[in-house]
């Protein structure tokens, strides 16, 4: 118990003294995790819409496909990619393995199918008849979409949080494809792994302590926007 | 529709901004000279011993090492395919077969210091005072049921686990697949944690036990040390350049230089004193392994 209390007492210490590798982890992690989210939300959202508001053969194949891959598990992507960016591998000329690059990659794949498979859900739970009624109110295909997707913004805000909360926790592709260098890969999570490991539980616990400030941070912001718009 | 732009203009300046972060940040570590990677053990990692060189030697020289801190055998098999440039690690008997056959070069011998079996206090196999490490296998082996001896291994092909499997041979036994026997699959750190909290044995490098023994409050005694077949050498090895030109052979070579200087030795040599009371590693560069009786 005592450690717990000391491991929350040294983490405010880290954040009050402005610990600059600490800063840094921190920074790294929000950076990295907010790219792959963004970049995942450009895929997701629009790939989702397409399968959502089309028919095509094999339809329910493809969507059974994105609900798996929302758990898609994290050291699998990270083998993966990893095995794509070795210097030997399809991909090694750009040199990306051991870099943030190669984590936001990761991690994008892991947010995809999330984001994707609460956009497919999302927009398949709105009412049928309301695409006709945009058509025919003399809308095209595009700003039928767009409209669609407006009206789909509450679940569709809990996708960008899912994504986001997915990839922040997420330590088994980080530390594979970024290999938790000091100071160029290290994020919360795989810093949490090594203080662990090093028997540094007090550093650990205060990692911990402010990945979960963030998270908590950053999805009462998201929280506030979705409810703001609350559809009446 | 304002409040929409807002949003968007928003994401959008996000994005920049972290296009921009990660750009620089790349960049800055490309500026200084060239990327090193090391795959190393985790015992040089979790001793903190990476994080006492590895900023005088980006110093010094103005390259950027990647530390990629895995098992011994794990960073040999990156260095086999050329994914890392230098290795610095301790399974002997795997690094002469790389070294032999061509995928790894200059080999050199930088330190070592030693494996110990500890154990719970109570010391159910009554291993404490056996006169070897294969006398003292053997009591864990061959300890009644009702003892509930447990030997807690590595299991990760790691140095480490694999002088274990190399003491159990010497021992004329095969724990694989015993009750008694179970493996974790972790580092070095973590199985000390495993072994502590179950009561079991372990065999571990003397550097990692004396560095977390009080920081993780193990429950765990020396029981066996000192004999010349529980010596723990680490060597440097530089992946050949040869077998893939992908490698940066000068930065490999400017690391393992740096290893085996007067000052880095010097600096192995004291680390740890202050905090332990004894050196974690001793300096060994230059020296013949046969000097350490090898």
Redesign the interface.
Known sequence: MDLIIEGVVKAFHLLIALDPEVLGITFLSLMVSGTATIISLAIGISIGAIVALTSFPGKRIVVSLVNTGMGLPPVVVGLFVSIFLWRSGPLGFLGLLYTPTAIIIAQSIIATPIVMGITVGALQSLPASLRLQILALGATRIQMVWMLVKEARLPLMAGVMAGFGGVISEVGASIMVGGNVRGYTRVLTTATVMETGRGNFDVAIALSVLLLSFSLVINYALTLIQQRDRPR | MMKQRG?RQS?AW??AA??I??AS??SA?EKKGSTV?LATT?ST??S?LL?VL?PTFQKETGH?V????VGSGQAMAMGR???ADVLLVHSPADEQKMVAEGFGVHRRLVMHNDFIVVGPASDPAKIKGAKSSKEALKLIAEAKPEAKALFLSRGDNSGTHSKEKGLWKAAGMNPEGQKWYQQTGL?M??TLSVASEKDGYTLTDRGTYL??AK??KLHLEILVQGEPLLLNVYHVIEVNPEK?P?VNAAGARAFADFMLSKETQGVIGRFGVDTFGAPLFFPDAGKKPESLGL
């Open positions: 949003m994401a996000l994005l972290c296009a972060v990660t940040a790349a570590a990677i985790t990692q979790d903190g994080d590895i950027f990647k530390t990629i801190s395919k050329g994914e580092g750190g973590e560095s977390l920081k993780k893939w992908k």
